[in-house]
Every structure is written in C-alpha cells, then in structure tokens.
T-cell receptor
C-alpha cells in the first residue's frame, strides 16, 4: 500500500531562517506528490506538486524536488516569515482518486 | 479559479437533529470528495464521487449520507450524530478520468461541526 512519513513537529524557527520539512514515501506504481498547507481554522491549500521523478515543484518561495532514488519530497524555503506558520501535509496519489497524507508538521515562526 | 465553497462555515447540532452540509465547485471537476478531520490529524477520506456516482465509501456509518445532485454540487446529510462526530468536514474536488488518474485535489474551507 501507499504511505507517507513526515518529520515530527512542531518545528520552531526564527523569522528569515531556512526551513526543511522532511517527507518520505512508499507507493505502488508511480505517484504524484504534493505539499498542502493548512492555516489555523482553514481548509487545506495546495502549495506545490510534482508528477514525475526529478520534477521540482515551487510556489511562494517554497520548493520540493521529487527524488525517486530516495523516495523523498522534502519541503524547503530559504527565508521563512511569521505568516508561514501553519501545518504542512505531504501527500501522494497513485490514482484511483485517493490521497494518502502524512501526519502533518506544525511550523511556528517567531519574530 | 480554483475555489471550492462550503456552507455553513460552522454548525452546532443536537444528536436528534437532521442537517446538511453543502459543497460547490465550478472548475469542471468530475471527482468530488468528503473528508473528516479531527484536531491535529490529517484528513480522513469518507466518500468519493466520480462522474456523479458514488465510487468509494470508506465504511462510513449510515448516519452520514452523501448526495451528488450534479457535477458541481456535493451534499452530506447528517442524522442522529454522536458527539465523537464533531470535527472539521472538508470537501474537495479534482479532475477525473474513467481510469482514475493521479490528479491534485482542491479543498474547500471546511464546515466546523459540533454535536451536542
């Protein structure tokens, strides 16, 4: 079956620090990979995606590269802001209309 | 436009009430989803509609009844809920294909449900 493993949180950083949130996966077939972000009291927003090996997804300064050899899709940002404080979910799908989520990583950015 | 709308935003209901949650999208997506999310957990899939037909029911209790009146609308009818059903209910939509392609899902803001 499919599974996604994310690093435990919370991750606490100072503003302008470098962010990495680790995500590894196991999947049958060829998954598409996603990062979603959930701000307090809101739904999930698609942050970025990658559909094949070596693809780099990017949005709002966040990046993640689909690494098939290490089955990873780590989220990075060079300089975080207080407004980036949220819960980040790594997810994958191999089709059949189902998303498999990781457990989520809470990011807290302090001024 | 990648917007999925949900109403109401908040709902408080007693265990004997009947209520409905509504979801709408105008992206031309043919797959629509209901998820349940408890605090500090990822969303859990409840139902999937594909081309207006129920394709996945993740063993959800019958007190939750989904309905897809047309390709843009998705309802979740609630009856005789329990306090443990209190959660954030999220609707999502995606492209679809008859073979079930690997498409991203777009989520609505959710309905915060409290069962008293």
């Amino acid at each position: 079956g499919n599974s996604v493993t994310q690093m435990e949180g919370p991750v606490t950083l100072s503003e302008e620090a470098f962010l990495t949130i680790n995500c590894t996966y196991t999947a049958t077939g060829y998954p598409s990979l996603f990062w979603y972000v959930q701000y307090p009291g809101e739904g999930l927003q698609l942050l970025l995606k990658a559909t094949k090996a070596d693809d780099k997804g990017s949005n709002k300064g966040f990046e993640a590269t689909y690494r098939k050899e290490t089955t990873s899709f780590h989220l990075e940002k060079g300089s975080v802001q207080v407004s980036d404080s949220a819960v980040y979910f790594c997810a994958l799908t191999t089709g059949r209309r189902a998303l498999t989520f990781g457990s989520g990583t809470r990011l807290q950015v302090q001024p | 436009d990648t917007e999925v709308t949900q109403t109401p935003k908040h709902l408080v209901m007693g265990m004997t009430n009947k209520k409905s949650l509504k979801c709408e999208q105008h992206m031309g997506h043919r797959a629509m989803y209901w998820y349940k999310q408890k605090a500090k957990k990822p969303p859990e899939l409840m139902f999937v509609y594909s081309y207006e037909k129920l394709s996945i029911n993740e063993s959800v209790p019958s007190r939750f009844s989904p309905e897809c009146p047309n390709s843009s609308l998705l309802n979740l009818h609630l009856h005789a809920l329990q306090p443990e059903d209190s959660a954030l209910y999220l609707c999502a939509s995606s492209q679809d294909s008859r073979s079930g392609g690997a498409y991203e899902q777009y989520f609505g803001p959710g309905t915060r449900l409290t069962v008293t």
